[in-house]
């Protein structure tokens, strides 16, 4: 079994900064591309940014310039660094991973986190 679990979601000031981790346990044998997705209310989820393995990263134009993603790959981790928050970033956030697994057959499976709500408000 493999989890994923975020962190580091809150309550910010329109302008302020937030930084989510998530963090993949279990049966892993590698870990290919991460991503974090966000969902608002009313609204269907939409994807904010990915890292491949080797740490090339692409970002919806809504978050250019403004979320930075990274991963250590040593900790099966993916982080999302949020500056310059806007109210219509209020969402719950959710990580995605392409797990390797298995043992004598490794095939990738992907996984979701819970999700960890961020609420830009003033």
């Known amino acids: 079994q493999v989890q994923l679990v975020e962190s580091g979601g809150g309550l910010v000031q329109p302008g302020g900064s937030l930084r989510l981790s998530c963090a993949a346990s279990?049966?892993?044998?590698?870990?290919?591309?991460m991503a974090w997705y966000r969902q608002a209310p009313g609204k269907e989820r939409e994807w904010v940014a990915d890292?491949?393995?080797?740490?090339?990263?692409n970002y919806a134009d809504s978050v250019k310039g403004r979320f930075t993603i990274s991963r250590d790959n040593a900790k099966n981790t993916v982080y999302l660094q949020m500056n310059s928050l806007k109210p219509e970033d209020t969402a719950v956030y959710y990580c995605?991973?392409?797990?390797?697994?298995?043992?004598?057959?490794?095939?990738?499976?992907?996984?979701w986190g819970q999700g960890t709500q961020v609420t830009v408000s003033s």
């Open positions: 279990g049966s892993i044998f590698s870990i290919n591309a």
């Open positions: 890292i491949t393995r080797g740490g090339m990263t």
């Open positions: 995605n991973a392409g797990v390797v697994v298995g043992s004598s057959f490794r095939y990738e499976r992907s996984y």
